[in-house]
C-alpha cells in the first residue's frame, strides 16, 4: 500500500497570499496518478487536480499542481477567503487500495 | 447536471447491517466505475471500495473485506453498499462517487455525493 505524507499538517496565511501544499508518496506513482481535493466544513470533497496537474472543469486558474514520482505540490498562488478549507491528496496508482494523504488545513 | 444522492444511513447497534444506496443522474451510469469512500468524525478520507462499469471488478479495503459488499443495479442508475457485521469503527459519512472512465484504472473520484451518516454503537 501506498502511503501519502501531506505536509505542513495547518497552514495559517492570509487571503492574496501563496499556499504551497506538498504530498508526499511511500513509493513512486508512476503516470503521475495523483489527484487533489478541497473539502470544506460539511460538504463533499471537490475535486480540484488530476494527473498530478491537470485542473478539473471550472476549477480557478489560481489552482496549480506539479510534480511527479514521489513528490507532488499543490499551489494556490493568491488565496481568496472561500479557499481557506482542508486540502487531501489521493493516489490511484495501479489497482487498489487507493490512498489518501492525511489533509492539510489552510487557515487565515 | 451530474449528481450522484446516497441514503440508508442511520444509527445501528454493533453487528448489525445496514444497506446504503447511491442514485445516479445526469450521466449514463452503466459507462463509469464508482467508489465508497468514508470519512469517520473530525478524520480524514477513506476509500472503502470500488466497482467497475459492468459490476465484472470490486475492490475492497482490507477493513471492510468480508464484511461490505458493494453491487450496482445499472438498470435503476443505482449504488449499493451491503454493510454487514458493523463495528463501531465504522462509524463515518459514507460518499458516493463517480470515476472518470469505465474501468478501475486510472480512477480517481471526480463527482461526490453529498454523503449519508452512518453511525455504530449500542
Known amino acids: 500500500e501506498i502511503v501519502l505524507t501531506q505536509s505542513p499538517g495547518t497552514l495559517s496565511l492570509s487571503p492574496g497570499e501563496r499556499a504551497t501544499l506538498s504530498c508526499r508518496a511511500s513509493q513512486s506513482i508512476t503516470s503521475s496518478h495523483l489527484a487533489w481535493y478541497q473539502q470544506k466544513p460539511g460538504q463533499p470533497p471537490r475535486l480540484l487536480i488530476f494527473?498530478?496537474?491537470r485542473r478539473a472543469t471550472g476549477i480557478p486558474d489560481r489552482f496549480s499542481g506539479s510534480g511527479s514520482g514521489t513528490d507532488f505540490t499543490l499551489t494556490v498562488s493568491r488565496l481568496e477567503p472561500e479557499d481557506f478549507a482542508v486540502y487531501y491528496c489521493l493516489q490511484y496508482h495501479n489497482s487498489p487500495p487507493w490512498t489518501f494523504g492525511q489533509g492539510t488545513k489552510v487557515e487565515i | 447536471e451530474v449528481q450522484v444522492l446516497e441514503s440508508g444511513g442511520g444509527l445501528v447497534q454493533p453487528g448489525r447491517s445496514l444497506r446504503l444506496s447511491c442514485v445516479a443522474s445526469?450521466?449514463?451510469?452503466?459507462?463509469?466505475?464508482m467508489a465508497w469512500v468514508r470519512q469517520a468524525p473530525g478524520k480524514g478520507l477513506e476509500w472503502v471500495s470500488g466497482i467497475s462499469g459492468s459490476g465484472g471488478s470490486i475492490y475492497y479495503t482490507d477493513s471492510v473485506k468480508g464484511r461490505f459488499t458493494t453491487s450496482r443495479d445499472n438498470s435503476k442508475n443505482t449504488l449499493y453498499l451491503q454493510m454487514n457485521s458493523l463495528r463501531v469503527e465504522d462509524t463515518a459519512v459514507y460518499y458516493c462517487a463517480k470515476g472518470p472512465g469505465y474501468l478501475l484504472i486510472s480512477f480517481y473520484m471526480d463527482v461526490w455525493g453529498k454523503g449519508t451518516t452512518v453511525i455504530v454503537s449500542s
Open positions: 445526469g450521466f449514463s451510469f452503466s459507462n463509469f466505475a
Open positions: 494527473g498530478a496537474s
